[in-house]
């Protein structure tokens, strides 16, 4: 089985599969970090002068997303304490 979910924005995308009744295995991917630093130029300097920069503004948007998957990271493990303690099955 394989299935694509992706977040309304698009930006977000998981994958999970699952061959038999092997556990499903998911993998997460934000687009917005597809495009990994890169320099530009009309010579070496420029080339390493725009790479550095981009690494700068890579490094930010990193970390933006990097705290907004905590974020939904939190609110997961919110929701699931819930759900166990609606069911009777919290500790």
């Given at each position: 089985m394989?299935?694509e979910l992706?977040s309304?924005?698009e930006?977000?995308?998981?994958?999970r599969?699952?061959?038999g009744?092997?556990?499903?295995?998911?993998?997460l991917?934000?687009?917005?970090?597809?495009l990994?630093?890169?320099?530009?130029?009309?010579?070496?300097?420029?080339?390493?002068e725009?790479?550095?920069?981009n690494?700068?503004?890579?490094?930010e948007?990193?970390?933006?997303?990097?705290?907004e998957?905590?974020?939904?990271?939190?609110?997961?493990?919110?929701a699931?304490?819930?759900r166990?303690?609606d069911?009777g099955l919290?500790?």
């Amino acid at each position: 089985m394989k299935q694509e979910l992706v977040s309304a924005d698009e930006r977000w995308h998981i994958s999970r599969s699952q061959k038999g009744k092997t556990p499903s295995q998911f993998f997460l991917s934000n687009h917005d970090l597809l495009l990994t630093p890169h320099g530009i130029g009309t010579n070496y300097v420029q080339c390493f002068e725009t790479f550095i920069s981009n690494c700068d503004d890579f490094m930010e948007k990193l970390a933006g997303i990097r705290e907004e998957a905590q974020k939904h990271l939190e609110w997961l493990k919110t929701a699931e304490e819930k759900r166990l303690e609606d069911e009777g099955l919290a500790d």
